[in-house]
C-alpha cells in the first residue's frame, strides 16, 4: 500500500491517521494477465489504484468489435468514473493485459474519504480533474491530429506503450487500422 500512501500524499495534506483509516478499507487484489477487472452491465462500485501493470479500458459495439478506449499504468486510479458517480451500469470492460496488482477502493472506503478525511473532497476532486483532462484532451487529439500526430506522442501519455501492449490495441486506441500503424512504425525506423 506504499505507492498509494505516497500519491494520496503528494495529491494532499493527509495525517498519518487519516491514511491508515483510508487504507484500512482498501485492500490488495491481483489480476491475472487478460483478467477482467470491471464487466459492462454491472454498477462499479470500486476504484482500482494500479500498483504493478496494466490495464485497458475497452468498449464493445454492437457488432461486437471492441474499441481500447483508455489505457492506465503504475500509479494511475482506474474506474468507469461517470458509472461510478452516478450508480448506473458501466459500458466498459476493464482488463488486465499484464499481470496486474491493484489496490482496490469500494465506494464505502471513497465515502468514508469523502467524511473523514480533511481534504477528501479536495483528493476526490483531483482525481476527477485528471480523468476529465484527460478524456478532453483525448477528444481533441481524435479530432485535430493527424493518425502520425497522435502515434507520435502516445508515449507522452503511455510510457513503455509499445512494448508493453498488443500493437492491434494500440491501433485500436489510436483508431487507426493495425496495417496503418504499421506503416508509421516502418517510416519511425526509416528516419533513424
Request: proline share 4%; aromatic share 10%; with cysteine.
Amino acid at each position: 500500500m506504499e505507492q498509494i500512501r505516497q500519491i494520496v500524499g503528494q495529491m494532499i495534506q493527509i495525517s498519518e491517521k487519516e491514511t491508515q483509516g483510508f487504507l484500512d478499507r482498501c485492500f490488495i487484489k491481483r489480476f491475472k494477465r487478460k483478467e477482467v477487472l470491471s464487466h459492462p452491465s454491472q454498477v462499479p462500485n470500486e476504484i482500482f489504484f494500479i500498483n504493478q501493470g496494466i490495464v485497458r479500458v475497452l468498449l464493445t459495439d454492437q457488432q461486437g468489435a471492441e474499441h481500447t478506449i483508455h489505457f492506465a499504468l503504475e500509479n494511475q486510479f482506474i474506474a468507469d468514473y461517470s458509472c461510478f458517480l452516478q450508480r448506473k451500469p458501466s459500458m466498459y470492460t476493464l482488463q488486465a493485459l499484464e499481470d496486474t496488482e491493484t489496490v482496490v477502493l469500494p465506494r464505502s472506503a471513497i465515502d468514508w474519504g469523502y467524511k473523514n478525511l480533511k481534504e477528501g473532497d479536495k483528493l476526490g476532486r483531483l482525481i476527477a480533474e485528471f480523468y476529465f483532462v484527460y478524456q478532453d484532451n483525448r477528444i481533441r487529439n481524435q479530432y485535430t491530429r493527424t493518425p502520425k500526430e497522435r502515434y507520435d506522442t502516445i508515449t507522452e501519455v503511455f510510457a513503455d506503450i509499445h512494448n508493453r501492449v498488443p500493437q492491434h490495441m494500440i491501433a485500436s486506441y489510436l483508431e487507426i487500422t493495425p496495417i496503418h500503424l504499421s506503416r508509421l512504425k516502418k517510416e519511425d525506423r526509416a528516419k533513424v
